[in-house]
């Protein structure tokens, strides 16, 4: 009895260190980031006001002002809560320049919602890493050529450049 207690204890002091460990470095995204990467550093990229409206998603990337939950107003009440101290921001979009497969990345860390005819999309991939200078992580949604607002929340700064490109 008190050895599995000792191996309990042992394998509880050891589960954060390995859970907690993400991939590190450009090469360990699951698909190619070149593209993206480039699109959330480039010097052109639009600057949006959050609850902006944009009438069709930028060839590059974005940057779009953020500021607290409470002030952030989303459309949507977010999938996951954001924590305290963090910082929430949104943009509506008329169309997608077709309906397809778009990956969408971010600089940073932050949960993404996509709402489109009403609804939350799920990604159909994710991949992240840190340690990868302009990329944090990057998803893959179906858009379909309608209206839809991206709202990003649990962000840890004011600002944040996001890419929104056809999948490759």
């Known amino acids: 009895m ?12 050891f589960a954060p260190a ?8 450009c090469d360990k ?29 930028p060839s590059t990337g974005m940057i779009l002002a953020l500021s607290t939950p409470s002030e952030a107003k989303l459309p ?32 940073a860390g932050a949960w993404v919602d996509v709402v489109q005819d009403g609804h939350f999309l799920q990604p159909k991939g994710f991949s992240g890493a840190t340690d990868c200078e302009g990329i944090r992580k990057t998803m893959k949604y179906e858009l379909g050529a309608t209206p839809f607002v991206l709202q990003v929340s649990g962000a840890k700064e004011e600002s944040i450049s996001i890419a929104i490109l056809p999948s490759e």
Do not use: C, Q
């Open 76 to 107: 949507s009440p977010p999938e996951r809560a954001p924590k305290d101290g963090t910082f929430a921001g949104f943009t509506s979009f008329k169309t997608a320049p077709k309906a397809g497969i778009y990956t969408i990345s971010l600089s």
């Open 29 to 57: 995204f699951k698909w190619n980031i070149d593209h993206e990467r480039a699109a959330l550093m480039a010097p052109d990229r639009a600057k949006l006001a959050s609850g902006s409206e944009v009438a069709a998603v």
């Open 2 to 13: 008190r050895g599995a207690l000792v191996v309990a204890l042992l394998l509880v002091s």
């Open 18 to 25: 390995w859970a907690a460990e993400e991939p590190s470095g």
